[in-house]
């Protein structure tokens, strides 16, 4: 029986007929695949696991054109293993039922069967079960390729029979490499002065198939002289950055303006917030999002700062795009220069758990208002001392449960207006302890 879904023999096609310069430039073997160090190094994970001959099942996640594909079909070549692509897209249950059948006669006659199924995320739960006693017992080795995050994406069980090898976007001298290439095969050099040709690069984005088909553009319009990066410009548009406002890269950028913030850089502040207006992400999102960060991140250290995401939000949406966005970068510039405190919101965290300890503890009686003459007779209200009556309108009194120790849950720091709130505090607890001693 002949191999189903294996790669069929290619075809015999004349020497002039067509083919993408992405395909004539695949890679014949793994030496040959330009970056991806961290994973084909020798002492990277897959090399290991090449040159101990061990390879196991393997998920590639990352963006696209950064080799998925080329590097599984090149794992069957050096494993002598028999190809078969599917892609989740087109393939259902019964496709699946078809590839595993064929798998199981290929491997009664002695061959075994690499499988690589690209979207491997958009597979549902049911069909990524229906991989797990075919993986077990060695009918199959899979490969697959996701640019979703596999841990959100992919079943705990077929994660935990298959090793994570993570493909980041090709560097600048990485895609500077495959124009050279490029150049070699098609026999001669871009006709690109310098600037133009650092701008081609940039406008891959880090994908080699999208540097390839810029190549191959920029080939067909036969120049007769070098194009600067205007006439460049103008000829080719910039490729779109990689953004899914729902996916995984979505939360990483959320993630970098955050840390930005955070970590008091402005300018990276700015160029998160702006990537993310770019890819399309909606403005009031980001306005939530300050005003998080204001009070998770700067709190009591400035208080004006969530009046300033407030204000920001609302002149958003009165204005909206472009002008609003303004409001929120002036927003963004404002809280990354800040001063920080997360003081107020770890002695909230630290309050709440104590809450949840004590259950239901009563407060102490003399904090309690007795407006009934029966409360009165319980004692509530007994002792109580009004602190505008106190020296420096301070009791210093028992607030907490009579059968619960004091809590210290705010710890404010020594900056910004917070700085005055230590001062406070401690001044209180002096108060306190002088009160309590006498």
Known sequence: MSDLFATPAKTSLTSDAPRPLADRLRPKDIADVIGQDQVLGPEAPLG????????????????????????????????????????????????????????????????????????????????????????????????GATTENPSFELNAALLSRAQVMVLTRLSLDDLELLAQRAEQELGAALALQPDARAALLEMADGDGRAILNLIEQIWAWKLDKPLDIKALSTRLMRRAAVYDKGGDEHYNLISALHKSIRGSDPDAALYWFARMLTGGEDPRYLARRLTRMAIEDIGLADPQANTICLHAWETYERLGSPEGELALAQAVTYLALAPKSNAAYMGFKAAMVAAKKTGSEPPPKHILNAPTALMQEQGYGDGYSYDHDAEDGFSGQNYFPDTMARGAYYMPVERGFERDLKKRLDYFAKLRARRSDG
């Open 48 to 143: 290991a696991m090449l040159g101990a001959g061990t390879l196991g099942s393997l998920i590639f996640w990352g963006p696209p054109g950064v080799g998925k594909t080329t590097i599984a079909r090149l794992l069957a070549n050096e494993t002598d293993l028999a190809f078969v692509q599917i892609s989740a897209i087109f393939t259902g249950m019964a496709d699946l039922r078809k590839v595993f059948e064929a798998a199981k006669i290929r491997r009664v006659n002695g061959r075994g069967t690499l499988l690589f199924v690209d979207e491997i995320h958009r597979f549902n739960k049911a069909q990524q079960d229906g991989f797990l006693p075919y993986m077990e017992d060695g009918t199959i080795l899979l490969v």
